[in-house]
């Protein structure tokens, strides 16, 4: 089967987002399809690449951080986006196309299958729901939510990443809604049996409001009488009020802030820590939390979106109420006087990560893509190559 992709985020450009639509165009070309991505270009980025053998174009789009698309950014990406898409499908001819992100990516498919009529499945992560990420994105919907009904009627199929995002939808959209959790990559022979000295605690995430940055360092600020390290991974507008708050705290020498890394550094790193601390404010299937079990992580997060389908309450980790607060300081207290705890609630996770292997995964989505070939013209071209 022919898939192109379509997303305006794929490593090294997006968030986990972009992550996702990788692991699963990897993931479609081992089970012997054909994969084709159009994405967004940033900075120097190579223009055609093969990833994995997945085929990567990367057409420019005014973007200019990897971490970070602008309105116009994204209005330039469906301009050029939807040019590109119309004509690999007129020379390539793919038999379906994947879109993630209703917005940008969904009005270019829109626009292909009314050009083309070549059936497409869209993936909504948190942020396409009006509501979803109120800190990111409410004040685009006043203007762009009346144009984004037809782009999720006009699909053959949605599917949503987590149950959270896909109540939120309802509420907005009256279209079918299936769920497709995110996928992991399980290394099923990974030993989860040691902690690390100082207890190594993980934040990855943007730097924005939406994350709560600044609620690590207010937390870990309470713990400063035990031992333990904090390396927060990412970059965004509120990277410099987290460094002022470590300065306020004194904590310099127990933070480390390495900025934007690769998927494939941040997961090294969490297979040597022993905690993820995420009070995010709102979350659609987060991956780091996914990428966090599968390291066996202990993870004490918000009771928002996805997290509360990765955490299992005392077993795994904590759900704690978003905004901050004793409680969060507390937990972390009460965890770093007991190790025991910490090193039971690692493994528990990383049993708990088993139910999110990407192989089921990947394959569940091309169950779903062979499914609506067959609504659509009765053929079955999973046995194609």
């Not at 199929?157 to 992991?184: C, F, M, Q, W």
């Not at 990855?204 to 390290?229: F, N, S, T």
């Not at 992580?297 to 990765?310: A, D, N, P, Q, R």
Request: charged fraction near 20%.
């Amino acid at each position: 089967m022919r898939i192109l992709v379509i997303t305006h985020e794929y490593p090294p450009v997006g968030g986990g987002g972009g992550r996702v639509a990788q692991d699963l165009s990897q993931g479609f070309v081992q089970a012997g399809h054909q994969v084709r991505v159009i994405t967004a270009h940033c900075n120097d980025l190579l223009l055609d690449e093969e990833d994995c053998g997945v085929n990567v174009r990367r057409i420019k789009s005014m973007r200019k951080k990897p971490y970070q698309a602008s309105f116009l950014a994204m209005f330039a990406f469906v301009i050029t986006a939807s040019i590109e898409a119309l004509n690999t499908i007129r020379k390539w001819k793919p038999n379906v196309l994947h879109v993630h992100f209703a917005v940008p990516a969904g009005p270019v498919a829109w626009l292909a299958n009314r050009f083309s009529k070549i059936p497409y499945i869209l993936t909504i992560h948190l942020g396409d729901v009006p509501g979803g990420t109120p800190q990111k994105t409410d004040h685009w919907f006043k203007f762009i939510f009346p144009f984004t009904p037809p782009i999720w009627k006009k699909a053959a199929k949605v599917v949503a990443v987590s149950k959270y995002t896909k109540e939120l939808a309802l509420k907005r959209y009256d279209v079918p809604i299936e769920i497709i959790h995110n996928g992991i990559h399980i290394n099923t022979e990974q030993h989860v049996n040691q902690l690390q000295d100082p207890i190594e605690i993980v934040f990855a995430g943007r730097m924005i409001d939406q994350k709560d940055p600044v609620q690590v360092i207010k937390i870990l600020a309470q713990c400063k009488q035990y031992q333990w390290h904090c390396t927060m991974f990412g970059d965004g507008p509120l990277k410099s009020l987290v460094e002022d708050e470590i300065k306020k705290e004194e904590l310099e020498s127990r933070f480390t802030l390495p900025g934007w890394q690769s998927p494939e550094m941040v997961q090294s790193h969490l297979l040597q820590s022993d905690i993820l601390l995420m009070p995010s404010l709102s979350e659609g299937m987060p991956v780091i939390g996914g990428h966090a079990l599968a390291a066996g992580l202990c993870l004490i997060v918000s009771k928002v979106g996805g997290f509360m389908e990765l955490v299992d309450e005392g077993e795994n980790g904590y759900l704690l109420q978003a905004g901050g607060g004793e409680i969060w300081s507390k937990t972390i207290q009460d965890l770093l006087q007991d190790k025991e705890k910490i090193l039971q609630m690692k493994q528990k996770s990383f049993e708990k990560a088993l139910q999110f292997d990407l192989n089921v995964i990947v394959n569940s989505y091309l169950s779903l893509f062979q499914k609506v070939l067959e609504e659509n013209d009765g053929e079955h071209p999973l046995s194609s190559q």
